[in-house]
Structures are given as C-alpha cells and as structure tokens.
C-alpha cells in the first residue's frame, strides 16, 4: 500500500487556475491607476451674506406695471404707481423705454384677475420693445 506514482490514465478534471489569476491581478492594477483615489472639484468661494443688513435704495429704474382688478369693471393699470388708461399704456412704455439701455419691466397682476388681461400688458411691453418681462408673484413679492 504504497503511494502509487504513476498515471491513472484518466482525464484530469481540475483547470489551471494560475494564468487567470495572473490576469486578474494586471486588471486590479490597471483599474486602481485609472481610477482616481479622491474626486475633486474646483475650489470656489462661497459668497457669505453681509452681517448688518442695510435697507437697499429704492431703484427708480426699475419699471412694473400692475394690472389690479376691478370686480366686474375693466382692471385698473399702474406703471409705478402712476395710473394709466388701457389704452395709453403702450405708447407710455414705448416712451419709457425708447431710450434705456437695459430693457427690463416686471408685470404684477391680482390673484382674482384673468390671466388673459395681464398677457395683453405682457404684449404690450414687446410692442413697446422691451426684452425681459418678468411676472411678480405673491412669493416673489414676500422674498422667498
């Protein structure tokens, strides 16, 4: 009962596993170059919000139009708080912004009005040539 030391003559059913470990570790290598260990961005500083708060000075140039309802009656138009007829606001913007460079009117409507009043002053703010047309709304208007 010796140790027998020949071949059995049978197939040999185990895979030389050591070439494919060979491989996997030039993988592993490979991926641990390619991959960068920490990702980073651009540094930037972060604008910090100024300790004493100061009251901004009103911007008389800033121009917004308000369409405010009326109930069943026709809405009521404001152009800083100057009242306007419907039909003079055109050619007053067209005034207004016939010599500015920066071309910009905010539109504030009432929450009970029809949207389609406050797109005819949005309209009439492109006739008049203005660019940027910006809408106040309730959130807006609280500064959230």
Known sequence: ??????????AMSDMNVTPLIDV??????????????????LE??????????????VNDRTIVVQVLSNGAAAPAYKIND????????EPKLAEIF???QEKVMFVKGDKDL??????EVIDFGHQ?????????????????
């Open 98 to 100: 016939a010599t500015r």
């Open 24 to 41: 996997l570790l030039v993988l592993l290598i490979i991926f641990m170059v390619i991959v960068p260990v920490t990702p980073r961005g």
């Open 1 to 10: 009962m010796g140790m027998g030391g020949g071949n059995t003559g049978g």
């Open 128 to 144: 008049a040539g203005v660019d940027n047309i910006g809408l106040i709304t309730p959130r807006v208007e609280a500064g959230q």
């Open 114 to 119: 029809d949207f389609s009043k406050v797109a």
């Open 82 to 89: 100057n009242s306007f007829n419907k039909s003079d606001l």
């Open 44 to 57: 930037t500083l972060v604008p910090q919000p100024p300790k004493e708060h100061h009251d901004d000075p």
